[in-house]
């Protein structure tokens, strides 16, 4: 397995729950890296360009408004099979249908406010890595 690096994002809807704690300790305890965190409040701008590859979807517009409407806490992590290994931590986009134990079947509400967004690929999890924390761009 190689060391990769992939995004986290607790959404506002996890925020606003308080649930920050719990989650960072998820990620901890299952063995990720916390390379660089912050709390934001994305603007318009900072929310379209990161999602502009749904720009074309229906819920595009939709989710540019939820990820502005409140503080997010973006962070990058790193560890061997890093973006697998999240996304099992994170469970299925729905809630209803995530595995018990996992951040969004505990945390999320729907499939639209569910908690947290992670990376789907290595070379994405680079990217948005970059997005937010451009001193851990990859060389």
């Known amino acids: 397995m190689a060391v990769e690096r992939t995004l986290s994002i607790i959404k506002p809807d996890a925020v606003e729950q308080n649930n920050v704690g719990n989650i960072l300790a998820m990620i901890q305890a299952a063995g990720l890296k916390i390379l660089g965190l912050r709390m934001l409040h994305l603007t318009r701008r900072q929310a379209e360009g990161f999602y502009e590859v749904h720009k074309a979807r229906p819920f595009f517009g939709e989710l540019v408004e939820f990820m502005t409407r ?8 790193e560890g061997e099979d890093a973006v697998a290994r999240y996304r099992k931590l994170m469970g299925a986009t729905s809630p209803a249908d995530a595995e ?3 951040i969004r079947k505990l945390y999320g509400s729907d499939v639209g406010e569910n908690a947290c967004h992670g990376s789907d690929s290595v070379e994405n999890g680079a990217i948005e890595v970059a997005y ?4 851990y761009l990859l060389k």
């Open 70 to 77: 409140g503080p997010v806490v973006v962070s990058a992590l």
């Open 100 to 102: 018990k134990g996992t």
């Open 132 to 135: 937010f924390f451009p001193e």
